[in-house]
């Protein structure tokens, strides 16, 4: 018998060729043969075999994969198996509003992009022309659905949210990218960020951010670099980024993007915004001691005024993104849902990372929202089953895209901030997402 990837697949599982062949329905021939066109340097496993493979074994079909080589046209179909077809769907009008609001904003010359414009007193021209891109995409695929913007100038729509409904931060940075364009004499905004003196680069990047809920159930992330076109999109059926010019659909994002992989840290460095110095700043900054949280230790200083959705990027394991040294945590300091919500795909599809919501003895709020809800006013309600999403909690309010809340994402190895979390007897709770939305898949 020859050695092979299948064998040692079939050991983790505690399985034999012999046993695995009635499980396929199929003769102990034919599994040699599959082990040995899996062999090195053999033909990898086509669609129809993978599929009877990962049924039998009882795996996910989109992780086998990770064992074994299959076709690309396999890895396409197999990668999001755990999404229903419309939820692909979903994520495809996701993929194209991102990217038709990325292509608006390049266009623009600077004197159009940082214009103001009707909306939040901050409110610019590039901020409005994302967000009708991405509105107006997301409601021509579907026009019952709920779209709740940042700028807060899209109807709502909210007797549709129960079913479906997205959270759009159509434009974050938009304060860093005003001050850059400023100082441009580039023809449009394109020119400016691609040129080689642009410091809005990685995580300093203009970000637009999509985060979808199906039947009250946090479903994917989709998140855009604009300077770059980078795609970051968190799944049932991938945690995957790659370039828009390549991967512009679910299936080739699967096939030909990159894993987003998050390892455990030492130390407790980590990411908030705490804001720039005047008002704001003092509220935000007192808003971080009342959670008597770490005692009132504040975040390096070059990690204090981070863009919102891409934070979770932070924790990710790619060295090019993320700078030395690497923060433990990330942070949500009272911020409004938009910059954090999509951080959640990230716990809700993976076993990695873990979530603690954090809340003070004294209230403290902005725009008549508390900036830490404790969990009888939260968005989430914990249960036996797991974590649920309560959006009666907020579609009550006139904007519920000004729900706040004060949440920590960690990786569940970091042993220093578990113990931090675990110190704090009253003002914390884990949210434990995994429970609900992750099957207890048979582990190795």
């Known amino acids: 018998m020859c050695a092979s990837p299948l064998d040692e697949l079939l050991a983790r599982k505690r399985l034999t060729r012999a046993k695995l062949a009635p499980r396929m329905r199929v003769s102990r021939q034919y599994v040699n043969r599959l082990a040995r066109q899996v062999a090195k340097g053999k033909t990898p496993l086509s669609t129809e075999d993978a599929e009877r493979l990962a049924t039998a074994l009882g795996l996910d079909t989109g992780s086998l994969g990770e064992y074994l080589p299959v076709t690309r046209p396999a890895q396409r179909r197999m990668a999001l198996d755990p999404m229903r077809g419309v939820e692909v769907a979903y994520l495809k009008a996701a993929m194209d509003a991102l990217a038709e609001a990325r292509r608006l904003l390049l266009a623009k010359t600077p004197s159009e992009a940082i214009r103001p414009a009707k909306g939040k007193s901050d409110t610019k021209f590039a901020d409005l022309a994302c967000e009708y891109a991405i509105e107006r995409r997301l409601r021509g695929f579907d026009k019952e659905c709920a779209v709740f913007t940042e700028e ?5 729509w909210r007797d549709y949210a129960d079913r479906l409904c997205y959270f759009v931060d159509p434009l974050d940075g938009t304060n860093q990218l005003a001050d850059f364009l400023r100082r441009s004499r580039h023809g449009s905004v394109g020119e400016a960020l691609a040129g080689p003196k642009s410091p809005l680069k990685g995580l300093r990047a203009p970000y637009g951010a999509i985060a979808c809920l199906r039947h009250s159930q946090i479903l994917f992330s989709a998140m855009m670099d604009y300077a770059s076109g980078e ?71 070059n990690l204090q005024v981070p863009v919102g959705p891409a934070r979770i990027l932070y924790l990710s394991d790619d060295k090019h993104l993320v700078p030395e040294p690497r923060p433990a945590f990330i942070m949500s300091n009272g911020e409004k849902i938009c910059e954090w919500l999509g951080w959640l795909a990230y716990a809700v599809h993976s ?16 725009d008549r929202i508390l900036l830490a809800p404790p969990p009888d006013y939260s968005l989430f309600s914990v249960t036996d089953k797991g974590c649920e999403v309560k959006l009666d909690r907020i579609k009550a309010l006139q904007r519920p895209v000004l729900y706040r809340s004060a949440l920590v994402m960690a990786h569940v190895e970091s042993a220093d901030v578990a113990m931090e979390m675990m110190a704090i007897k009253e003002g914390c709770r884990e949210l434990p997402f995994q429970q609900r939305n992750r099957p207890d898949a048979e582990q190795s």
């Open 152 to 156: 807060g100038t899209v109807p709502e």
């Open 351 to 366: 076993r990695e990372l873990c979530v603690y919501e954090v809340y003070a003895e004294t209230f403290s709020t902005r």
């Open 231 to 301: 795609l970051f999109v968190a799944c049932a059926g991938m945690r995957k980024h790659g370039n828009i010019a390549l991967c512009r659909t679910p299936e080739s994002l699967a096939a030909c993007g990159e894993d987003i992989r998050f390892g455990p840290r030492y130390g407790l460095d980590f990411v908030t915004f705490v804001g720039q110095e005047g008002p704001k700043r003092e509220q935000y900054e007192k808003h971080l001691k009342d959670l008597k949280f770490l005692s009132g230790r504040m975040p390096p200083e």
